[in-house]
């Protein structure tokens, strides 16, 4: 909600709700809007911005003036009401769709809205406004410039109006204005219009508005040009404009108050048509002397529109008919008479060229006597090609039964004297012009190009002929033929090495040596459209096989030499390869067995044989089993992997089954290393003892010397376990072993390539590499990038060939890779999670500490452009920080200051409520020193707390962990960074969030402490959130953004590349200031 409604306004919404005035509201998740009705003093359509913008609308005259009212505020207190976020996504729109009224009560509502409307109606019968009537008349009138000084015909609109009785109006654009204006206009001496105080038919009223846009077009127009006088010498008319003539046309009939005057007769209607023109032609002939009699049926020709009238029809010519008809229209200029004598000599020429002409028009009519001797066969055409003398001679035939034209004279063959032959001059000129627009010349005998090029002849194959080919038959002599190979596709044999991280891919192409199609795949790589042979042949590589080939192997990212055909590429690229070829039935190809078996273990790794190690302390869910058959047949392949589940579902088990699969099958193994957060070292130790004992697990911690000792005497399938600060320091040590195994837990720790710690991961020498995470994305996609570059190295592009990918193509590219499950999905049987936002009202002196701060960093922001934002972004970062501890609690930062803290009252009422409803609950920060306070206050109530921050040792983490979940204690305070992930912290059911974070996928790991695997309960998730401050606006931005993670790793997700940090739109929208 915006900050600048006052606060009367949104009382009168409380009102509302109260009132349940609030008549329906309904989603549309494609447009991301709330479509509300409210009854008010009428009822309101309402529209809700289901995104951070707020851009809303209503009907209502308030909001048109102030861009907000009591009825948008309204609807949103009634999707607070029902515990719904104002920002869309597809649950909460479909938690509407729930909620909307079952068919019973909408009609009730339906028939209630109806009646109140209507009784609403009756009590202003009688201040019904009287109605204006209006009569359209389009006549055809000459129009004068002084620019031009020539008249020519356009069409002229005038108008009659009246209430009792119809008035000519003199002055059309006033008229017009005033209608637009809200004036009053005088038809007639005593008779006046006031358009506030009338009323005008919807129709009648979007043509007046149509008309008067016309007029205002017209003026700019003339203004443009000082010689220019009125269009019209009276003001009565309105010169329909030629693109809008014909449309306008259209609502006057529709509106059933058109005359059309034409000559004497006044039609009611009229009508376009694209018909051939209102002209007739009659070719006729007496004493052998041939005639061509003219006649026009036009009544008028509208040079400014190109169209003719006849009686009320308009006759609407295409461009083609109008370039027929420009020659003729000269000539009829300059010739007095309408019968026109055709010699002998000139019948051959006049059929050749005018006729078609005359046919494209309008109607032609040839006597009987004259009909005999006329002849029109269709027009075959050839065109012949050799080459001799360096150069490609053509020689092109028009054959019409009758007669042949040919561009070699001797091979003409004439029709019998007196046949006239209609020849469709059009297509044949088409075939010379596009042989000129090819440079061939003309000689005596045919079209010659001299040619000796390879692009020229390639040029010759691919663009001239098959051009030609559409309107004419092409012959080629035998040497221009063995030139040329076309239709050769290539065909790709796929398989698996014997290790099974490599793919063989060949390329057969028939006819062609090995050798020859390195050579081949070497110019499709660089693009080139054909390939020379050492003989001369040209083979096209435009055909859409080897389009294929190329785009393949450039989304493959192919730069390798190839060889006796064939190149190698990794075995992580088969769903590609496999999707690519697979797609194109034309496509030749022909796969291994061992290629098949991998795109099968790909694509279902449910299906690969893997035992769960008979020695685990642990009985696996299904989900789980299946997370270990898919590492091991990542394993089997030598790919790496994200297994990436949802928070609380037993990452930790799956991976330990996977180690424990592989020491058993394999005997001896390398050395497995473990890298992860600090706080999760030990918790790993632990789990290894308890599920695997057989597994020897060494944390390496302590000082310096003593890791060093540590590592130094690694022993193979030990598995060494180390915090991601620590490994940094120590990866001279590591890099002297090489290792089974590597797993990187929360590996978004590693987020950002350029560490050293990535760096550092990227150097050893490991044979797999697995990553776990729930959230692998939590600001950026390049994120993604980062952890792939140390799962799969050289997996994706460089990052800025991997930014412009589409999205679509980064989804299918992980899938195989990128395993994730959600809790709702696998765990049937855990309790919900319930999650709520509860507001808060600041208080007084809370308050106005706020709003001062507020106003100093809207006044700074404001007065930046882009770069000083960029410039001074720690600051105003630091400004927003201020904001949300002021909405914490103002202590945090002023020292003197000694009033109270709103959200600290309602945390203070929460705890105590809940505890004496036999809650156990998890309260996070972001900051410390909120959680002291807190820690203080709840001590004066009597409640005893656990307080876990980053100074927390992890042994210390572990014991408190075990305690709380004993029982002990009710409340655990804990640092939202610190403690945000790895806890097991089922013992509580109630999860508060004191402060939002940016980025919600933070939030969604510390709920994920206390709702995951163990917990009986139904899990409470409150956030605590200051009304009417930034925290309402944080909360917005993060319902929009909260879509990237799941759009990137689920199936049928298309990938949101946007970050879900704060960009400067982002601060400029919390802050609700424009640029």
């Keep these: 909600m915006k900050w600048s409604i006052p606060e009367r306004v949104i009382e009168q919404g409380r009102e509302y709700v109260a009132e349940k005035r609030v008549l329906s509201v309904n989603s549309f998740l494609d447009k991301k809007i709330w479509s509300a009705e409210v009854m008010g003093s009428d009822i309101f359509h309402v529209e809700l911005d289901g995104s951070t913008k707020e851009d809303d609308f209503c009907e209502c005259l308030y909001w048109k003036n102030h861009g907000y009212c009591k009825h948008t505020v309204a609807v949103e207190l009634e999707l607070r009401d029902r515990k719904i976020s104002r920002v869309m996504t597809a649950e909460n729109a479909k938690q509407v769709a729930v909620d909307s009224p079952n068919p019973g009560q909408e009609l009730t509502e339906s028939f209630t809205r109806i009646f109140l409307n209507e009784n609403r109606k009756k009590t202003t019968v009688s ?391 390195d050579d081949v795949l070497k110019s499709l790589m660089e693009k080139k459209a054909f390939h020379k042979f050492d003989n001369g042949t040209i083979l096209s590589l435009e055909s859409e096989s080897f389009k294929q080939v190329s785009d393949v192997l450039n989304e493959l990212r192919v730069t390798k030499k190839f060889q006796n055909g064939g190149i190698q590429l990794p075995s992580y690229r088969g769903l590609e390869l496999n999707e690519k070829f697979s797609m194109d039935e034309k496509t030749k190809g022909t796969v291994s067995k061992k290629f098949k078996n991998l795109i099968h273990d790909l694509n279902f790794p449910e299906e690969f044989e893997a035992d769960v190690p008979k020695s685990l302390n642990a009985e696996l869910r299904l989900y789980q089993k299946t997370g270990f058959q898919w590492l091991k047949m990542l394993s089997k392949y030598g790919f790496g992997g994200i297994l990436a589940d949802d928070m609380g579902l037993g990452k930790t088990i799956q991976v330990i089954t996977y180690m424990l699969s592989e020491i058993e099958e394999k005997g001896q193994n390398d050395p497995f290393l473990i890298v992860a957060p600090a706080s999760l070292i030990y918790n790993w130790h632990y789990e290894i003892e308890k599920f695997a004992p057989s597994i020897e697990s060494i944390v390496i911690s302590g000082t310096a010397e003593e890791r060093m000792q540590l590592i130094e005497n690694v022993k193979p399938n030990q598995v060494l376990i180390t915090s991601y600060p620590s490994f940094r320091q120590d990866v001279i040590h590591y890099k002297r072993f090489a290792f089974s195994t590597l797993i990187l837990d929360e590996s978004q720790m590693v987020k950002n390539h350029n560490t050293k710690t990535s760096q550092a991961l990227r150097d050893l020498t490991i044979k797999k590499r697995f990553a776990l995470s729930g959230t692998p994305i939590e600001n950026k996609i390049e994120e993604l990038w980062a952890i792939f570059q140390l799962i799969m190295p050289g997996f994706f592009p460089s990052v800025k060939k991997f930014k412009t990918l589409p999205n679509e193509q980064i989804a299918k590219m992980i899938r195989p890779f990128v395993l994730r499950r959600i809790k709702k999905d696998v765990l049937k049987e855990l309790p919900d999670k319930i999650e709520t936002n509860l507001y808060s009202q600041m208080t007084k002196e809370q308050k106005t500490v706020y709003l001062a701060y507020l106003q100093r960093i809207q006044e700074s922001v404001n007065s930046m452009n882009g770069a000083e934002f960029k410039k001074n972004r720690i600051e105003i970062l630091a400004g927003l920080t201020r904001l949300r501890q002021i909405c914490c609690d103002p202590k945090l930062f002023i020292d003197d200051y000694e009033g109270d803290s709103g959200k600290l009252e309602q945390l203070k009422e929460t705890v105590q409520t809940a505890r004496e409803n036999g809650r156990r609950i998890l309260i996070f920060s972001q900051f410390t020193s909120m959680l002291a306070i807190i820690e203080k206050e709840l001590a004066e109530q009597k409640v005893e707390t656990f307080y876990l921050s980053g100074q927390t040792k992890p042994k210390e983490r572990i014991e408190m962990v075990n305690r709380f979940n004993a029982g002990e204690k009710d409340v655990f305070l804990i640092s939202l960074k610190a403690g945000g992930t790895g806890l097991n912290l089922t013992g509580a059911d109630m999860v508060i969030l004191y402060d939002l974070w940016w980025n919600p996928a933070v939030e969604e790991q510390a709920a994920g402490r206390a709702h995951r695997i163990g917990q009986k309960k139904v899990v409470q998730v409150l956030r605590l959130i200051a009304e009417g401050t930034i925290e309402e606006k944080i909360d917005q931005l993060q319902q929009e953004k909260k879509a990237l993670f799941d759009q990137i790793i689920t199936e049928d997700g298309s990938i949101q590349k946007e970050a879900s940090q704060l960009s400067e739109d982002d601060i400029r929208e919390i802050l609700n200031i424009g640029m």
């Excluded at 055809?140 to 109006?169: E, N």
């Excluded at 043509?207 to 003339?222: F, M």
């Excluded at 009229?270 to 026009?296: A, C, N, R, Y």
């Excluded at 053509?394 to 019998?416: G, R, W």
């Design 127 to 517: 201040k019904q406004k009287q109605s204006l009537k209006l009569e359209y008349r389009v006549e055809i009138k000459p129009m004068t410039t002084a620019l031009i000084r020539s008249s020519f015909d356009v069409f002229a609109l005038s108008l009659k109006a009246g209430i009792d009785k119809m008035y000519i109006v003199k002055d059309l654009p006033l008229f017009l204005e005033s209608f637009i204006k809200k004036e009053t206009i005088e038809l007639k001496s005593g008779q006046e219009i006031n358009f506030k105080d009338i009323s005008i038919e919807q129709e009648d009223s979007e043509i007046l508005a149509d008309l008067y846009k016309q007029h205002r077009s017209i003026q700019l127009i003339s203004g443009e040009h000082k010689d220019a006088k009125s269009l019209l010498t009276n003001n009565r008319y309105l010169v329909l404009m030629t693109a809008l003539a014909e449309e306008t046309i259209q609502k006057l009939q529709d509106s059933g108050n058109l005359q059309f005057a034409a000559k004497t007769i006044t039609y009611k209607s009229m009508m376009f048509v694209e018909e051939k023109m209102p002209f007739s032609f009659d070719i006729s002939q007496k004493s052998g002397t041939v005639t061509l009699s003219i006649t026009s049926l036009a009544d008028s020709h509208l040079k400014e529109y190109d169209w003719f009238v006849s009686d009320n029809i308009v006759f609407k010519p295409s461009l083609e008919q109008m370039r027929a008809y420009r020659p003729l229209q000269q000539f009829l200029q300059r010739y007095d008479g309408d019968n026109i004598t055709i010699e002998s000599a000139d019948m051959p020429d006049f059929t050749a060229y005018v006729m078609p002409l005359l046919v494209k028009i309008g109607n032609v009519s040839i006597d009987d006597q004259l009909k005999e001797s006329f002849v029109q066969e269709p027009l075959l055409t050839s065109v012949y090609f050799e080459y001799h003398d360096e150069a490609v001679h053509a020689t092109v035939e028009f054959n019409y039964k009758y007669m042949i034209l040919s561009t070699d004279p001797s091979k003409n063959q004439l029709p019998e004297e007196g046949v006239q032959i209609i020849r469709d001059s059009e297509k044949e000129m088409k075939i010379i012009n596009q042989l000129t627009g090819f440079d061939y010349h003309r000689t005596e005998t045919n079209y010659t190009k001299r040619m000796v090029r390879d692009d020229e002849f390639y040029a010759l194959f691919t663009k001239e002929i098959p051009t030609l080919e559409l309107d004419a038959t092409v012959y080629v002599d035998d040497l221009l033929d063995s030139m040329f190979l076309n239709q050769i596709d290539p065909e790709t044999i796929i398989d698996v090495q014997k290790e099974g991280s490599f793919l063989d891919v060949r390329f057969d192409i028939k006819g062609i040596t090995p050798e020859e199609v």
